[in-house]
């Protein structure tokens, strides 16, 4: 009898602590599904060049907030995109996300383009992705591009900043001004 006792006692500790170990990994999830921030910057500035060294863009922030291995947050970006020394393209957004190569932002929120040429032009718009490298931006939300000519609005659009190229999705709709 007293051997029963022995096996029963032996196998409540052991399920006990089958349960308590399954439970704690249970609880936590796995390190890369961890969201701890590394470090944290106030006024972040970043400037990028091209390859014969010249100043092809910045990136500005209220702040920034890094996470190994996912997404950076970013308070208010605002992204310069220079062609020749001179500020081509200027992005700006109430929030964003920068991916952890720095190689794409996420601009969420209220976002706004503006293209500095004789003839500039101004985009409005929302939650929009920007390749960096390739100075190339995309949004499926609605957009209002004004300009010196007019209005123009859509659902959606792709813009190809070195080549000044705008594409617009769906729903085309524009008031024009003769001049």
């Known amino acids: 009898m007293l051997k029963y006792w022995i096996v029963l006692v032996s196998l409540v500790f052991i399920t006990t602590w089958l349960l308590r170990s399954v439970d704690d990994d249970a609880i936590l999830p796995p390190e890369d599904e961890l969201k701890i921030p590394d470090y944290t910057l106030i006024n972040f500035n970043s400037t990028?060049?091209?390859e014969s060294g010249q100043l092809k863009s910045k990136l500005t922030a209220v702040d920034m907030i890094h996470y190994p291995n996912v997404n950076t947050s970013i308070t208010e970006p605002?992204?310069?995109?220079?062609?020749?020394?001179?500020?081509?393209?200027?992005?700006?957004?109430?929030n964003g996300e920068l991916s952890p190569k720095a190689d794409?932002?996420?601009?969420?929120?209220?976002?706004?383009?503006?293209?500095?040429?004789?003839?500039?032009?101004?985009?409005i718009s929302q939650d929009l992705w920007v390749k960096i490298d390739t100075e190339y931006a995309q949004t499926d939300a609605p957009t209002t591009i004004i300009s010196h000519f007019g209005e123009t609005k859509s659902t959606g659009m792709r813009i190809f900043m070195p080549i000044e190229q705008i594409e617009l999705f769906s729903k085309v709709r524009g008031r024009y001004v003769l001049q």
């Open 104 to 123: 794409q932002v996420w601009l969420l929120g209220d976002t706004v383009l503006q293209q500095y040429t004789k003839k500039p032009i101004k985009i």
């Open 48 to 50: 990028r060049m091209d």
């Open 78 to 94: 605002n992204m310069i995109f220079y062609r020749d020394k001179q500020p081509l393209w200027t992005v700006q957004a109430e």
